[in-house]
Structure formats: structure tokens, C-alpha cells
């Protein structure tokens, strides 16, 4: 073979073969020639050919070499390995010659097995790509949702019925045990509370739920957010508290235009711990859609809110102080009997351990939020703070303070329980290809809800205060539809922010509420001073309609819904129509009549709600169907 590189001939005789696996070159030997007297002819025909250094040859490429396909990746870890496989035949590129062996029956890696794998042509096992987004599904589906919200708020309402229900209980016996100003001084001690357990919170809050049911998914992961959720309130939390010892007297000055109640102040301190690290306990339970043990803790921590208030502030006369050590007894139940079960479940899934990542992912998200529930607690509560400073004193505040719960009751018998479920399932339904047409359903009756239920409890909120409140509270009658309102586009300002949660604008929140709060409080100092506790609910009205509207505007450039607004509208003209109609005829007439009429408006207003929102009897009859059906074969599938 040499010779015949040196000297472009060689001797004749037959063709070899062969085939250099390690460098996958085609070496050919080739003859030279020669006489018909040196050789027999029937042996092999020979040939003259030029210098092997002239032939033009075709030199392949090592595999290594050869062009890839980008193939998906696989957790290398979780996959088993399969020697089993059978090499697969594919076309080579032509060469000059024929080679000894098959490439069938090279070596081939051992590739990793995919679990269940699904079946292709040929019987071939191939891949299946998983799904990114729910497809929709039909009209089925819609109401299959609408049934597990429905469900959620259904039971979320059991536990969020339950505080408006016991404040109707609470706040008349604080009204009747606490002097005026006692009880203006208390609604601002809860306005200090909520400011500060804002500002500590770090918007953990809303940022737990996105990371514990978007952004992680193994329980690991989940684990690794509640552990850091506990350790970041912690840090914040226990400092603020010890702060306040130090500054209460300012606090009060500052608050209550009095340093007499420097004590209170400095336990509210203690509340706000209370309150912070009792938060990660409800989330969790939340998160995790444990509605029945959510529901009884909520149930469990409200009745001791209320046993402890008559005893605290009933026979052992402890004024304020009692008042305050009973709102943070209803914490502190949270915490004795869910962090038990937090512990444990860190301890089965390896939890406690510090994850920078989880907490820089959540205070991304969760930080820009604490702007906005600053400025929230501004639109809030700075009427209140305001009549204190600007008005007619604790006094007025607390008057004030007593038809601002009552004209809001729309919040916690409503928003709290829909809130409570429509957080993690709004997350879920994003996932859906359809998801914006979902969005403006729920969007359709949901606001169906809020404006029959805005007309129904403004009513029962004025019987509660001219029966079961002293009469320096009464006042604040004309108040009420008012706040009650408000509290109503605060609801629909929730599915105006659907489009900021979803792609992660939470600093818009804030722009949003800026906007709204300081509306309110221009408003506020103009309006205060002249018209006293009316100047302040007709600011809070106004701040609310800028806030909604803005928000409204800016979602429809980030994430678009037909929110049928103009419908909205013409539902809550009607509304207002009708509960100002039904006031001027009831007005002057005795109270059976007056309730009589009043009732008959409510349900006209419902009867033209369900009109509107296109729900005949015929398809009220059909949905009912559908759900007892839905019901039945529940009821079966558990029994089987």
C-alpha cells in the first residue's frame, strides 16, 4: 500500500477492501498495468489509473462532526435508563465504494427512556409534548368553572359572612361601652394597625400566591416559598413592633391629637406581629384550596374575637386596651393551630432552608405593591384620619368611622369571600386559550352581584343604625349609600387589575392608586372643613370613580376584555334610579308600607339584572338542570 502511494502504481491483482472505522476514511487501492504474458486474464481485468494523489476523493466527515437536530431536553435525574433500544437504520451519503459490515450494527448510545411515551408511525415510541395551555372546551366547561367558583366563594363566604355579622354584634356594644371619642380614638388605633402591618407584609401577600401557584410547582419549591415567607415577615415585622414602644407617644400625637393614649399605641405594636405572622398560616391554606379548614379557623378566630371583646370590655371594663389585647387574640389562634402543621410539612419536604431565589422572585413582585396599599390605606382611612385633624375631632371620626363599617359591609360580605377564591383561580384560567372571553363573563355577573347586593345591604346598614345605635351615631345615615357605592367599585376595580397581575405590572398598581388617593385627599381638605363627615364620604365616591376609571382605561392596553362596560353602566343608572325613586316613596309613609316598597324595588332591580344579563327562565331552568346533574354524578363518582 505504501509503494503504491510513493510510486502512483502497483501490482496487479484483486480490488481490497477496506473500511478505517477510527477515522472513518475510504481508503482504495487501485492496480497498475501489466501484460497478458504476467498475468491470467480470467483472474481479474486490469487497468491503467493515474497517481492515487490526482484522484479526486471524498473524504466523510467524523459523526462528531456530521450536522444535529436540537432535540428536547429531559431531567436527565428523574429519567430511567434503557439499554434496550434498537439501533435505527438511516440512509448514508453515497460513497465510492462498497464497505464491509452494516452501519446497523455500529455501536449506539444509551439513551435515556421517556416515560409513557405515546405511539407513533411504525409503532415507533415518540415523545408527548405537553400541553402549555387548557383548551377550551365548550359551554360545558364554562359552567364546570363556574360551579368551582361558586364553590370556593360559597365556602369562603361561610367564614367571611361571619365578620360582618359579628361587627353588627361588636361594634354597637363598643358604641354603648366606649365613650365617643374612646371609640373615635379605637377606628384610628386599627388605622395605625393596617398602615404599618402594610408596610412590614412587603406585599408577601399577593406574591405568595403567584409564586406558590404559577411560579413553583414542585412541593420542594412550595415548601422553600412558606419557609421564606415566615422568615422575611419575621425580620420586618419584629423590629417595626419594637419601634413603636420607642415612639408611641409621637404616634398618638401624630394619630389622635393626644399623647394620653401613648399605652394603646404601643400595643398595637404586639397586634401587628400578630397579625403578620398569622399571615403566611391563612395564605397557605388558601393556596393549597383547604377551604374547610380555612373556613373553620376563620370561623374559630372571629367567635373568640367576640368573646373576648364582651368580656374584656363588658364586666372587666378595660376600655381600649381590652379592645386591642381582643383583636389579637383572633391571631393568635391562627397561629397555634397552623404552624404546627407548617413545621411539619418543612420537615418532611427538606423546607428550611434559605432560597435567595424565592425571596428575590417574591419581593420583586411583592415590594411594588406596598406602594399601592399605601396609597390604598390613603384612599381608605384618611377621611377618617382627616376629620380627626381637620374636622370636628375623635368624635366626629368616630361617628364617622361607625357608618364608613356599615355603608361598607359590601367588603367583607361580598369582596372577601370572591377574593379569597378568585385569586388563585384567576391565575389558572390564564392558562386557557379562551381566557379573556372568561374574564368578561365572570365580569358580567360578577358586577350583576355587586350592584344587587350594593342596593340590598345599603338598606339593612341604615335599619342596623337607627335600631341597635346610640343616637349621636345616627348622623351618618345619609352616609351610608355613599360608602356603599364606593365599596362597589372597589369590587369591580378587582377585575380591572387583571390585566396588571397576570403580566406582572404591579408597579401600575401603585401609579393607580397614587392617582386615586391623592384625588382623595385634595378632596378631602377641600370638603372637610365645610361639610364635615358628608364632605368626606362624597371625596371617598369621587376617588373611587377616578380609580376605576383609570384602571379601566390602562387595561385595555395590556391585557384586553370586553368588559361591557356600556352594559355596566346601564345597570348601575338603573340602580341608582330605583333606589332613589323607592327612597322618595317610602319617605313620609309608615314603616310597613315604606319597607314594603322598598322590598318590591330590590327585586325589580333583579328581575331587570337577570333581563339584561340575558338569563330567561328558560335558561334558568336549564342551568338548574345542568347543576343538579353535575351534582348527581358527584355524588356518584364519590359513592363509587
Do not use: C
Amino acid at each position: 500500500m505504501n509503494d503504491m502511494r510513493n510510486n502512483g502504481k502497483g501490482r496487479t491483482g484483486k480490488l481490497a477492501r477496506q473500511f478505517r472505522a477510527p477515522r472513518l476514511d475510504w481508503d482504495v487501492p487501485v492496480t497498475t498495468s501489466a501484460t497478458a504474458d504476467n498475468v491470467d486474464t480470467d483472474d481479474i481485468a486490469t487497468f491503467e489509473i493515474p497517481s492515487i494523489d490526482k484522484i479526486v476523493t471524498r473524504r466523510l466527515h467524523s459523526i462528531d462532526q456530521s450536522p444535529t437536530m436540537q432535540l428536547q431536553a429531559f431531567d436527565m435525574p428523574s429519567l430511567s435508563l434503557s439499554t434496550e433500544l434498537r439501533a435505527i437504520r438511516l440512509a448514508l451519503p453515497a460513497i465510492p465504494q462498497e464497505v464491509d459490515g452494516d452501519w446497523a450494527d455500529a455501536a449506539t448510545w444509551v439513551m435515556p427512556a421517556i416515560p409513557k411515551p405515546g405511539t407513533g408511525a411504525m409503532g415507533i415510541a415518540t415523545a408527548v409534548k405537553p400541553e402549555t395551555k387548557e383548551k377550551a372546551k365548550g359551554a360545558g366547561s364554562y359552567l364546570s368553572l363556574a360551579l368551582e367558583m361558586v364553590k370556593n366563594s360559597g365556602i369562603y363566604a361561610i367564614a367571611a359572612m361571619m365578620s360582618p355579622l359579628v361587627s353588627l354584634i361588636l361594634q354597637p356594644f363598643l358604641t354603648h361601652n366606649l365613650s365617643q371619642n374612646d371609640y373615635g380614638a379605637l377606628a384610628n388605633l386599627y388605622i395605625i394597625v393596617d398602615l404599618i402591618s402594610t408596610i412590614t407584609q412587603l406585599g408577601l401577600s399577593p406574591a405568595f400566591f403567584r409564586a406558590y401557584n404559577k411560579d413553583y410547582e414542585t412541593p420542594q419549591d412550595r415548601a422553600g416559598v412558606l419557609a421564606n415567607t415566615v422568615l422575611l415577615l419575621a425580620l420586618f415585622t419584629i423590629p417595626a413592633a419594637i419601634g413603636m414602644t420607642f415612639v408611641s407617644s409621637t404616634l398618638s400625637n401624630l394619630f389622635l391629637k393626644s399623647s394620653a393614649y401613648s399605652l394603646p399605641v404601643a400595643l398595637t405594636g404586639l397586634v401587628i406581629v400578630a397579625e403578620n405572622i398569622a399571615l403566611p398560616a391563612s395564605s397557605w391554606f388558601r393556596a393549597e384550596k383547604r377551604t374547610i379548614p380555612y373556613t373553620g379557623l376563620s370561623i374559630a378566630s372571629t367567635l373568640l374575637v367576640l368573646a373576648t371583646n364582651l368580656v374584656l370590655v363588658g364586666p372587666l371594663h378595660m376600655g381600649l386596651i381590652g379592645a386591642l389585647l381582643a383583636k389579637g387574640s383572633g391571631y393568635i389562634i391562627y397561629i397555634v393551630f397552623t404552624y404546627p402543621l407548617i413545621f411539619l410539612r418543612l420537615f418532611n419536604q427538606s423546607g428550611f432552608k434559605l432560597r435567595f431565589d424565592i425571596m428575590k422572585s417574591m419581593l420583586t413582585f411583592g415590594i411594588p405593591t406596598v406602594f399601592g396599599d399605601i396609597a390604598s390605606w390613603v384612599l381608605q382611612v384618611s377621611d377618617s384620619w382627616l376629620l380627626t385633624l381637620v374636622g370636628g375631632g375623635l368624635a366626629e371620626s368616630g361617628a364617622y368611622r361607625a357608618a364608613y363599617v356599615l355603608g361598607g359591609v359590601l367588603s367583607p360580605v361580598l369582596l372577601a369571600p370572591w377574593g379569597l377564591a378568585w385569586g388563585p383561580i384567576m391565575y389558572s384560567v390564564s392558562k386557557r386559550d379562551d381566557a379573556p372571553k372568561i374574564y368578561s363573563m365572570v365580569f358580567r355577573w360578577w358586577s350583576s352581584v355587586l350592584l344587587f347586593g350594593a342596593f340590598g345591604l345599603s338598606l339593612v346598614s341604615i335599619i342596623v343604625l337607627d335600631i341597635f345605635y346610640p343616637p349621636s351615631y345616627k348622623v351618618g345615615e345619609n352616609i351610608i349609600p355613599l360608602i356603599t357605592m364606593a365599596t362597589m367599585l372597589q369590587g369591580i376595580w378587582y377585575m380591572f387589575m387583571i390585566g396588571v397581575n397576570l403580566r406582572r405590572k404591579t408597579i401600575l398598581e401603585f401609579v393607580y392608586m397614587v392617582i386615586a388617593s391623592g384625588s382623595n385627599l385634595i378632596f378631602n381638605l377641600f370638603l372637610i372643613p365645610r361639610y364635615g363627615d358628608m364632605g368626606a364620604a362624597v371625596s371617598t365616591l369621587l376617588a373611587y370613580i377616578i380609580l376605576t376609571t383609570v384602571s379601566y382605561l390602562a387595561n385595555k392596553r395590556i391585557y384586553p376584555i370586553d368588559y361591557e362596560i356600556g352594559t355596566f353602566l346601564f345597570k348601575l343608572f338603573v340602580g341608582v334610579g330605583l333606589y332613589l325613586g323607592g327612597r322618595f316613596l317610602a319617605s313620609g309613609q309608615p314603616p310597613v308600607i315604606s319597607w314594603s316598597i322598598i322590598i318590591l324595588t330590590l327585586l325589580l332591580y333583579a328581575v331587570i339584572l337577570l333581563a339584561i344579563g340575558g338569563l330567561t327562565p328558560k335558561k334558568i331552568v336549564g342551568l338548574v338542570g345542568f347543576v343538579r346533574n353535575a351534582l348527581a354524578k358527584k355524588g356518584q363518582n364519590q359513592a363509587a
